[in-house]
């Protein structure tokens, strides 16, 4: 190796580690402090080097590639506030299991608490968020101290991608001189090879495992599906890299129960919607209400057992209708950890889902024989999917079409993706609309969202993350706050070369609170929940080099009070202008401009409209 320099090497070290791991990208921001490892990884051609000049958006664009590839795309940054920027990435990564591993270079322990520039206290600076942090020796050009640090390193990536997958944080002191510059005898000359090099290979080859219950343990599980009169396969938010459609699948041909698939989980779309029972529409009809109905309207059964798999489903009425039923709920968690906060489940099943269903699968056979139950799920999707899309005699006065509202815009988005696609969607509305508005289909759509602690930051960074790692077509659908909040972002369309069709949902504001009983609340409510900002967002697609299209859906009348436009036309309107944005090189931004109250009245009438058709009494 012959490194020029003790600081040199630790970097060499570091990163040849890193490579031997597996890892194939890491994610820069420039700094002095961190010149060591930014060498390191600039100099090695089997890395590809990501420059983020903004931290905060570095650490989402590296959530967003290991959201969507499994595997872990470390960070590296300078001192100081460089590393506290990573720190919302790092909440989400813990909370929603996504590989990330935080190199953070710091000043020298002498040079702590001394009032020197840049100097922060890093010591396990994300407190309990990370899944192992270690603060890493000074440099030393020693066998030991290179064998530790190997080691180390090794132990850091295998944590980050282990069962409880989640954040890391290494912190990495070093003194000066940080450049690559010759210190004579600074570098024995008779270093052991390995520690200096390293092995053929990962210096600890980390052999990776999951839990699976024992035989009994499984029989009984199995027994449990296999005598219940009527289950659910409800498919939360996956973590990385997924729920195996198939293996989901196959469980359910073997029991016969409907799989409930979040938009996020991975089973939702795909080529196994053609013989599974996937329903997608289940927001719009489920909620606590509907639980042991037996009104005068259509007969509605509910569950006795359910098996959960993934993370907590973003419907809430779901989640709600779920407790209200009594039914015997397995959560299935790969790291035995708690994820229903409903605390309603019966058991907690410590195991790999995808695993376990291909298991199950095996050994429930020649159940579901209940067609009448399977039946009441695909109808009740049907005719919520004939309500949405205003199908005639769908809504009680077909006579007055409910007008468009921000969920038919990610209708439109969806019947555009080619396939393959991957699709990311921003918290608060857009992933709602999704939720319910977006039923399945065949096409291989790869659906990615920041689930963990559902903030609005970080939400550009994490899809073009996410599209750095695949050939697939990315859109990303994103409401103006979150735009806002993650401008900076953007850049990475340039810098990381990634391409995107951005489709933003302009309603001027904090939209989702029109949802909620603070909007009776004036004027509070618009000066501090609302919050109208009257951006422009054209000349932010101007200045990143995006070709930019609007689209204005807002309720408009005419003199004799006529609607101008319906809610067909204008979502032909966004899928024409997202197939051209595809058919197009380069980004675009599509912006979509609607009314956030217009679009939530709608959302109730609708809603109102698949409740009297789906549980209604049928009396005309």
Request: aromatic letters at 4%; one cysteine or more; proline letters at 7%.
């Amino acid at each position: 190796m012959t490194a020029p320099n003790r600081n040199a090497l630790w970097g060499q070290a570091l990163v040849d580690e890193l490579v031997a791991a597996g890892v194939d990208a890491v994610v820069v921001s420039p700094g002095s402090r961190s010149t060591p490892l930014t060498m390191a990884a600039a100099r090695r051609d089997d890395l590809r080097v990501f420059s983020q000049l903004d931290e905060r958006s570095a650490a989402y664009f590296a959530l967003g590639r290991a959201r969507r590839t499994g595997r872990v795309t470390p960070l590296i940054c300078t001192s100081g506030t460089a590393a506290a920027n990573y720190h919302p990435a790092v909440m989400e990564a813990s909370e929603a299991r996504v590989p990330l591993l935080a190199l953070t270079a710091d000043r020298p322990p002498e040079l702590r608490d001394s009032g020197a520039n840049q100097t922060a206290d890093q010591e396990k600076l994300y407190g309990d968020a990370v899944r192992f942090y270690k603060d890493l020796p000074e440099p030393a050009p020693n066998d030991r101290a290179l064998r530790s640090l190997r080691t180390t390193v090794s132990r850091a990536v295998a944590t980050a991608e282990g069962a409880d997958p989640g954040p890391v944080h290494l912190n990495v002191p070093f003194k000066k001189p940080l450049e690559p510059t010759r210190v004579p005898g600074d570098v024995p000359a008779d270093l052991d090879p390995v520690a200096e090099s390293g092995r053929d290979g990962p210096y600890v080859d980390v052999t990776p495992g999951s839990p699976e219950p024992g035989d009994d343990e499984l029989r009984a599980l199995a027994n449990a599906l296999a005598t219940a009169d009527r289950g659910l396969i409800v498919a939360g938010p996956a973590d990385p890299p997924g729920l195996d459609a198939e293996s989901v699948t196959a469980l359910s041909h073997a029991t016969g129960f409907p799989i409930l698939a979040d938009p996020l989980s991975g089973v939702r779309h795909g080529g196994h919607t053609r013989v599974a029972p996937v329903i997608g529409a289940y927001d719009a009809y489920l909620s606590a209400s509907v639980a042991g109905e037996s009104g005068t309207g259509p007969e509605w059964t509910d569950p006795d057992v359910v098996l959960r798999l993934g993370a907590s489903p973003t419907s809430k009425n779901l989640r709600k209708y779920l407790a209200a039923t009594g039914a015997d709920q397995f959560q299935v968690d790969p790291a035995g950890r708690w994820r229903e906060a409903e605390f309603a489940a019966t058991d907690l099943v410590v195991a790999e889902p995808s695993r376990l269903c291909a298991r199950l699968s095996r050994l429930v056979g020649g159940g579901g024989d209940d067609a009448t139950w399977r039946a009441q799920w695909e109808a009740a999707d049907r005719v919520a999917r004939a309500v949405h899309a205003r199908e005639a005699d769908a809504l009680p006065d077909s006579s007055d079409p409910a007008p468009f509202h921000e969920g038919d815009a990610l209708r439109a988005v969806a019947d555009a993706l080619p396939d393959p696609a991957t699709l990311f969607v921003s918290n608060s509305m857009p992933v709602r609309d999704l939720d319910r508005f977006v039923g399945p289909t065949t096409t291989s759509v790869t659906a990615l969202g920041n689930r963990g602690v559902s903030g609005i930051d970080g939400i550009v960074s994490s899809a073009l993350g996410a599209g750095s790692a695949t050939t697939d077509d990315l859109t990303l659908v994103v409401g103006d706050l979150a735009l806002y909040h993650d401008a900076n972002g953007l850049l990475a369309l340039d810098r990381c070369g990634v391409d995107a069709t951005v489709v933003l949902i302009n309603n001027d504001g904090g939209g989702i609170f029109h949802a909620l009983p603070i909007e009776s609340f004036e004027p509070e409510f618009t000066e501090s929940f609302k919050t109208p900002h009257g951006i422009a967002f054209e000349p932010l697609a101007e200045l990143h080099g995006l070709q930019y299209a609007r689209i204005d859906a807002r309720p408009e009348t005419t003199g004799d009070g006529e609607r101008k436009g319906d809610a067909d036309a204008i979502a032909a309107e966004i899928e024409a202008a997202c197939a051209r944005a595809r058919d197009a090189d380069g980004s675009h931004l599509i912006e979509v401009q609607t009314d956030a109250e217009s679009s939530h009245r709608t959302r109730e009438r609708l809603a109102a409209a698949v409740d009297e058709a789906v549980h209604g009494d049928g009396s005309d």
